[in-house]
Protein backbone atom coordinates (compact mmCIF):
# COMPACT_ATOMS: atom_id res chain seq x y z
CA UNK A 1 0.00 0.00 0.00
CA UNK A 2 2.73 2.65 0.61
CA UNK A 3 3.97 1.72 -2.78
CA UNK A 4 1.16 2.27 -4.55
CA UNK A 5 0.67 5.80 -2.15
CA UNK A 6 4.05 6.58 -3.06
CA UNK A 7 3.75 5.78 -6.96
CA UNK A 8 0.79 8.03 -7.58
CA UNK A 9 2.58 11.25 -5.30
CA UNK A 10 5.16 10.76 -7.92
CA UNK A 11 2.60 10.76 -11.30
CA UNK A 12 0.50 13.64 -9.42
CA UNK A 13 4.41 15.54 -9.02
CA UNK A 14 5.19 14.83 -12.49
CA UNK A 15 1.54 16.12 -13.65
CA UNK A 16 2.40 19.29 -12.13
CA UNK A 17 5.61 19.97 -13.55
CA UNK A 18 4.21 19.19 -16.69
CA UNK A 19 1.58 21.20 -16.30
CA UNK A 20 3.47 24.28 -15.21
CA UNK A 21 6.03 23.89 -18.25
CA UNK A 22 2.97 23.84 -20.60
CA UNK A 23 2.20 27.32 -19.23
CA UNK A 24 5.40 28.69 -18.97
CA UNK A 25 6.03 27.56 -23.09
CA UNK A 26 2.61 29.12 -24.05
CA UNK A 27 3.79 31.92 -21.86
CA UNK A 28 6.76 32.71 -24.09
CA UNK A 29 5.46 32.17 -27.36
CA UNK A 30 2.97 35.06 -26.48
CA UNK A 31 4.47 38.13 -28.12
CA UNK A 32 4.03 41.66 -27.66
CA UNK A 33 4.55 43.46 -30.79
CA UNK A 34 4.64 47.32 -29.45
CA UNK A 35 5.16 50.21 -32.57
CA UNK A 36 6.55 54.36 -32.00
CA UNK A 37 4.32 54.87 -35.44
CA UNK A 38 6.23 58.34 -35.74
CA UNK A 39 9.36 56.21 -35.76
CA UNK A 40 8.66 54.19 -38.89
CA UNK A 41 6.38 54.28 -41.68
CA UNK A 42 3.24 52.17 -42.40
CA UNK A 43 5.04 50.45 -45.27
CA UNK A 44 7.06 48.34 -43.06
CA UNK A 45 3.87 46.60 -41.04
CA UNK A 46 3.21 43.47 -43.22
CA UNK A 47 6.95 42.47 -43.22
CA UNK A 48 7.23 44.09 -39.29
CA UNK A 49 4.19 41.54 -38.35
CA UNK A 50 5.83 38.42 -40.48
CA UNK A 51 9.26 39.14 -39.03
CA UNK A 52 8.32 39.39 -35.71
CA UNK A 53 6.01 36.00 -36.25
CA UNK A 54 9.49 33.78 -36.65
CA UNK A 55 10.43 34.74 -32.95
CA UNK A 56 6.72 34.06 -31.51
CA UNK A 57 3.23 34.85 -31.73
CA UNK A 58 2.65 38.55 -31.50
CA UNK A 59 -1.08 38.48 -30.45
CA UNK A 60 -0.81 41.57 -28.30
CA UNK A 61 -0.23 44.27 -31.54
CA UNK A 62 -0.22 48.50 -30.66
CA UNK A 63 0.98 51.39 -32.41
CA UNK A 64 1.75 54.09 -30.50
CA UNK A 65 1.64 58.21 -32.09
CA UNK A 66 -0.87 61.08 -32.14
CA UNK A 67 -3.45 60.01 -34.36
CA UNK A 68 -4.90 63.61 -34.85
CA UNK A 69 -2.24 64.69 -36.34
CA UNK A 70 -1.62 64.17 -40.54
CA UNK A 71 1.38 61.87 -40.04
CA UNK A 72 -0.19 59.15 -38.65
CA UNK A 73 -3.12 59.62 -41.11
CA UNK A 74 -1.72 56.47 -43.24
CA UNK A 75 -1.14 54.72 -40.89
CA UNK A 76 -4.88 53.78 -40.02
CA UNK A 77 -5.75 51.74 -42.70
CA UNK A 78 -2.50 49.76 -42.39
CA UNK A 79 -3.65 49.11 -38.63
CA UNK A 80 -6.97 47.94 -39.15
CA UNK A 81 -5.21 45.69 -42.00
CA UNK A 82 -2.61 44.10 -39.44
CA UNK A 83 -4.74 43.89 -36.53
CA UNK A 84 -2.98 47.01 -34.90
CA UNK A 85 -4.67 48.04 -31.60
CA UNK A 86 -4.23 52.37 -32.16
CA UNK A 87 -3.03 53.91 -29.08
CA UNK A 88 -3.67 57.64 -29.23
CA UNK A 89 -1.10 59.65 -27.38
CA UNK A 90 -1.59 63.15 -26.89
CA UNK A 91 1.47 65.55 -28.45
CA UNK A 92 3.39 66.59 -25.45
CA UNK A 93 5.76 70.24 -24.83
CA UNK A 94 8.15 70.42 -27.47
CA UNK A 95 11.37 68.58 -26.23
CA UNK A 96 8.94 66.01 -24.99
CA UNK A 97 8.38 62.48 -26.55
CA UNK A 98 5.46 61.19 -25.17
CA UNK A 99 5.22 57.93 -26.92
CA UNK A 100 8.37 56.60 -25.84
CA UNK A 101 6.83 57.34 -22.20
CA UNK A 102 3.48 55.92 -23.05
CA UNK A 103 5.15 52.53 -24.49
CA UNK A 104 7.59 52.29 -22.09
CA UNK A 105 4.28 52.44 -19.57
CA UNK A 106 3.11 49.75 -21.58
CA UNK A 107 5.86 47.78 -21.31
CA UNK A 108 6.18 47.25 -18.29
CA UNK A 109 2.35 46.97 -17.36
CA UNK A 110 3.01 43.80 -19.99
CA UNK A 111 5.64 42.03 -17.48
CA UNK A 112 4.27 42.63 -14.26
CA UNK A 113 1.38 40.61 -16.01
CA UNK A 114 3.59 37.83 -16.81
CA UNK A 115 4.53 38.46 -20.72
CA UNK A 116 7.96 37.20 -21.34
CA UNK A 117 9.11 37.91 -24.77
CA UNK A 118 8.64 41.78 -26.71
CA UNK A 119 9.28 43.18 -30.28
CA UNK A 120 9.98 46.67 -29.90
CA UNK A 121 9.99 48.43 -33.60
CA UNK A 122 11.99 52.35 -33.77
CA UNK A 123 15.44 53.24 -34.13
CA UNK A 124 15.65 55.78 -30.96
CA UNK A 125 18.43 55.08 -28.30
CA UNK A 126 15.68 56.26 -25.95
CA UNK A 127 14.22 52.83 -25.49
CA UNK A 128 17.96 51.34 -24.82
CA UNK A 129 16.92 51.18 -20.45
CA UNK A 130 13.77 50.02 -21.36
CA UNK A 131 14.85 47.01 -23.77
CA UNK A 132 17.94 46.51 -20.31
CA UNK A 133 15.35 46.89 -17.90
CA UNK A 134 13.15 44.16 -20.09
CA UNK A 135 16.14 41.74 -20.23
CA UNK A 136 16.90 41.94 -16.23
CA UNK A 137 13.72 40.36 -15.74
CA UNK A 138 14.22 37.68 -18.27
CA UNK A 139 12.56 38.89 -21.26
CA UNK A 140 13.37 38.10 -24.79
CA UNK A 141 13.33 41.56 -26.57
CA UNK A 142 13.25 41.64 -30.55
CA UNK A 143 14.13 45.14 -32.14
CA UNK A 144 13.17 46.59 -35.59
CA UNK A 145 14.04 49.85 -36.99
CA UNK A 146 15.38 51.56 -39.52
CA UNK A 147 19.17 52.75 -40.15
CA UNK A 148 20.64 54.81 -38.97
CA UNK A 149 20.36 52.32 -35.65
CA UNK A 150 21.88 53.53 -32.17
CA UNK A 151 24.64 51.46 -31.12
CA UNK A 152 23.34 51.66 -27.74
CA UNK A 153 20.05 50.08 -28.88
CA UNK A 154 20.98 47.38 -31.35
CA UNK A 155 23.40 46.19 -28.20
CA UNK A 156 20.14 46.24 -25.74
CA UNK A 157 18.38 43.75 -27.65
CA UNK A 158 18.91 40.42 -28.23
CA UNK A 159 18.28 40.64 -32.08
CA UNK A 160 18.16 43.96 -34.16
CA UNK A 161 16.84 43.67 -37.54
CA UNK A 162 17.28 46.96 -40.04
CA UNK A 163 14.20 47.68 -42.48
CA UNK A 164 17.08 47.24 -45.15
CA UNK A 165 17.38 43.27 -43.65
CA UNK A 166 13.20 43.28 -44.45
CA UNK A 167 11.71 42.58 -47.87
CA UNK A 168 9.89 46.12 -48.40
CA UNK A 169 6.22 45.91 -48.88
CA UNK A 170 3.73 48.78 -49.29
CA UNK A 171 0.28 47.89 -47.97
CA UNK A 172 -1.05 51.47 -49.75
CA UNK A 173 -1.06 53.90 -52.66
CA UNK A 174 0.69 57.08 -51.34
CA UNK A 175 -1.97 60.11 -51.14
CA UNK A 176 -0.93 63.86 -52.74
CA UNK A 177 0.35 65.53 -49.78
CA UNK A 178 -1.75 68.67 -50.38
CA UNK A 179 -5.58 69.17 -52.10
CA UNK A 180 -3.50 71.28 -54.58
CA UNK A 181 -1.42 68.61 -56.01
CA UNK A 182 -3.86 66.58 -56.36
CA UNK A 183 -6.12 68.78 -58.14
CA UNK A 184 -2.93 69.51 -60.96
CA UNK A 185 -2.33 65.79 -60.95
CA UNK A 186 -6.49 65.47 -62.34
CA UNK A 187 -6.09 68.07 -64.73
CA UNK A 188 -2.43 66.61 -66.21
CA UNK A 189 -3.30 63.48 -66.21
CA UNK A 190 -6.25 62.52 -68.80
CA UNK A 191 -9.28 60.61 -68.02
CA UNK A 192 -8.92 56.39 -68.42
CA UNK A 193 -10.73 54.57 -71.04
CA UNK A 194 -13.89 52.76 -69.62
CA UNK A 195 -13.72 49.68 -71.39
CA UNK A 196 -15.69 46.79 -69.66
CA UNK A 197 -13.70 44.02 -68.24
CA UNK A 198 -14.54 40.00 -69.49
CA UNK A 199 -14.31 39.19 -66.02
CA UNK A 200 -16.33 41.14 -63.88
CA UNK A 201 -20.06 40.97 -64.74
CA UNK A 202 -22.39 43.97 -66.25
CA UNK A 203 -23.81 45.21 -63.00
CA UNK A 204 -20.53 45.27 -61.03
CA UNK A 205 -18.85 47.63 -64.20
CA UNK A 206 -22.09 49.67 -64.24
CA UNK A 207 -21.56 50.35 -60.60
CA UNK A 208 -17.80 51.47 -60.48
CA UNK A 209 -18.47 53.61 -63.49
CA UNK A 210 -21.69 55.02 -60.67
CA UNK A 211 -19.12 55.71 -57.85
CA UNK A 212 -17.46 59.44 -57.34
CA UNK A 213 -14.74 60.22 -58.49
CA UNK A 214 -13.12 60.93 -54.75
CA UNK A 215 -14.06 57.14 -53.60
CA UNK A 216 -11.89 56.29 -56.61
CA UNK A 217 -8.64 58.30 -55.73
CA UNK A 218 -9.11 57.00 -52.26
CA UNK A 219 -8.57 53.70 -53.59
CA UNK A 220 -5.51 51.92 -53.05
CA UNK A 221 -3.30 50.58 -56.01
CA UNK A 222 -3.35 47.38 -56.90
CA UNK A 223 -0.44 45.75 -55.02
CA UNK A 224 0.08 41.98 -54.26
CA UNK A 225 1.59 41.52 -50.49
CA UNK A 226 4.12 39.23 -52.08
CA UNK A 227 5.90 38.44 -48.21
CA UNK A 228 2.47 38.05 -46.60
CA UNK A 229 0.78 35.92 -49.24
CA UNK A 230 4.18 33.09 -49.50
CA UNK A 231 4.33 33.21 -45.82
CA UNK A 232 0.27 32.28 -45.28
CA UNK A 233 1.37 29.55 -48.40
CA UNK A 234 4.41 28.51 -46.84
CA UNK A 235 2.30 27.93 -43.48
CA UNK A 236 -0.87 25.90 -45.33
CA UNK A 237 1.41 23.46 -47.13
CA UNK A 238 2.90 22.25 -43.92
CA UNK A 239 -0.57 22.34 -42.02
CA UNK A 240 -1.80 20.13 -45.10
CA UNK A 241 -1.36 16.60 -45.54
CA UNK A 242 -1.22 16.90 -49.27
CA UNK A 243 2.39 15.98 -50.86
CA UNK A 244 2.05 17.64 -54.21
CA UNK A 245 2.22 21.60 -52.78
CA UNK A 246 -1.15 22.55 -53.42
CA UNK A 247 -3.50 24.12 -50.99
CA UNK A 248 -7.10 25.29 -51.26
CA UNK A 249 -8.28 28.73 -52.00
CA UNK A 250 -9.81 28.11 -48.46
CA UNK A 251 -6.78 27.01 -46.63
CA UNK A 252 -4.81 29.99 -48.08
CA UNK A 253 -7.00 32.84 -47.21
CA UNK A 254 -7.45 31.11 -43.11
CA UNK A 255 -3.79 31.58 -43.16
CA UNK A 256 -3.79 34.94 -44.36
CA UNK A 257 -6.37 35.94 -41.76
CA UNK A 258 -4.09 34.44 -38.83
CA UNK A 259 -1.18 36.24 -40.07
CA UNK A 260 -3.21 39.27 -40.50
CA UNK A 261 -6.38 39.10 -38.66
CA UNK A 262 -8.02 42.47 -40.33
CA UNK A 263 -6.66 41.25 -43.91
CA UNK A 264 -8.63 42.31 -46.95
CA UNK A 265 -8.28 42.28 -50.14
CA UNK A 266 -9.73 45.66 -51.25
CA UNK A 267 -6.85 46.88 -48.79
CA UNK A 268 -4.86 45.91 -51.74
CA UNK A 269 -6.86 46.80 -54.35
CA UNK A 270 -8.46 43.80 -55.22
CA UNK A 271 -12.44 43.10 -54.96
CA UNK A 272 -11.49 39.46 -54.03
CA UNK A 273 -9.22 36.84 -52.91
CA UNK A 274 -9.80 34.85 -56.37
CA UNK A 275 -8.68 38.37 -58.43
CA UNK A 276 -5.78 38.78 -55.67
CA UNK A 277 -4.95 35.59 -56.81
CA UNK A 278 -4.93 35.50 -60.40
CA UNK A 279 -2.58 38.87 -60.40
CA UNK A 280 -0.24 37.00 -58.22
CA UNK A 281 0.12 34.29 -61.36
CA UNK A 282 0.55 37.10 -63.98
CA UNK A 283 3.46 38.23 -61.52
CA UNK A 284 4.96 34.74 -61.55
CA UNK A 285 3.89 34.07 -57.69
CA UNK A 286 1.80 31.53 -57.76
CA UNK A 287 0.12 29.24 -59.38
CA UNK A 288 -4.03 28.81 -59.11
CA UNK A 289 -5.97 26.06 -61.11
CA UNK A 290 -9.31 24.36 -60.54
CA UNK A 291 -9.92 20.77 -59.51
CA UNK A 292 -12.34 19.05 -61.27
CA UNK A 293 -14.81 22.63 -61.85
CA UNK A 294 -14.96 22.67 -58.33
CA UNK A 295 -12.47 23.98 -56.01
CA UNK A 296 -9.43 26.27 -56.48
CA UNK A 297 -6.21 25.02 -55.48
CA UNK A 298 -3.09 27.61 -55.24
CA UNK A 299 0.83 26.47 -55.59
CA UNK A 300 4.04 27.30 -55.84
CA UNK A 301 5.58 27.57 -58.98
CA UNK A 302 8.02 25.13 -59.18
CA UNK A 303 5.39 22.52 -57.68
CA UNK A 304 2.83 22.99 -60.18
CA UNK A 305 3.87 20.27 -62.61
CA UNK A 306 0.88 18.13 -61.42
CA UNK A 307 -2.82 18.71 -61.66
CA UNK A 308 -4.77 19.39 -58.11
CA UNK A 309 -7.15 16.98 -57.37
CA UNK A 310 -10.09 16.55 -55.39
CA UNK A 311 -8.45 15.58 -51.75
CA UNK A 312 -10.39 13.49 -49.11
CA UNK A 313 -12.08 15.49 -46.41
CA UNK A 314 -10.13 16.26 -43.60
CA UNK A 315 -10.66 18.46 -40.71
CA UNK A 316 -9.45 22.11 -40.99
CA UNK A 317 -6.80 23.30 -39.25
Request: net charge neutral; charged share 20%.
Amino acid sequence: MPILIRLLAALIGDWKRQSRLSQLSRRQLVMALLVDGENIGPEWAAAIVVKASQFGCPTIRRIYGDWTTGCMASWRAVAECCGFQQVQVPRAATGKNAVDLALAVDAMDLLFEGLRSFCLVSSDSDYAPLVRRLREAGCFVLGIGHPPVSQMLCEACHVFITTDQLHRLRLLKTAPTTSQESQVTAREQPAPAKEPSPSLPSQAASSELAQPAAEKESQPARTVPRELLLSAYQEATQVSKRQDGWVSESQLGQHLHKRAPQFKPKTYGFRSLRELLEQARAEGLLEIQRSDGKQWYVCAPASASSVPQEPPPQPEC
